[in-house]
């Protein structure tokens, strides 16, 4: 099992941004990785997957364009840039792993991160 350990998390003001990374002692570059979000008494919910090389990405629809996801400037890294953060944007950020790009019903994620608190305050 990889571990994968979240970063970056924090308290932000509404509007503000944050950026996330998910670390690893091994390398990932062979694959494909996401983030997930979920709040209390909530289901865990895709936010973004990127495939190994960094070519193609998937969103939830709802977040498109507010946030996005990298790794071509992260080492053994994967990035989660957060904009315009709203007060609903408020949850537990989990970074995954899976053998293909996530966002798809039938892709399973190997290894998850332990999540990183967003806190995003009026």
């Known amino acids: 099992q990889v571990l994968l350990v979240e970063s970056g998390g924090g308290l932000v003001q509404a509007g503000d941004s944050l950026r996330l990374s998910c670390a690893s002692g091994?390398?990932?570059?062979?694959?494909?990785m996401g983030w997930f979000r979920q709040a209390p008494g909530e289901e865990r919910e895709f936010i973004a997957g990127?495939?190994?090389?960094?070519?193609?990405?998937r969103f939830k629809d709802a977040l498109k364009g507010r946030f996005i996801i990298s790794r071509e400037d992260c080492k053994d890294t994967v990035c989660l840039q957060m904009n315009s953060l709203k007060t609903d944007d408020t949850s537990v950020y989990y970074c995954?792993?899976?053998?293909?790009?996530?966002?798809?019903?039938?892709?399973?994620?190997?290894?998850w991160g332990k999540g990183a608190q967003v806190t995003v305050s009026s």
């Open positions: 091994r390398h990932l570059c062979s694959a494909a």
């Open positions: 995954a792993k899976a053998p293909e790009i996530l966002g798809m019903a039938h892709v399973t994620v190997e290894d």
């Open positions: 990127i495939n190994w090389s960094g070519t193609r990405t």
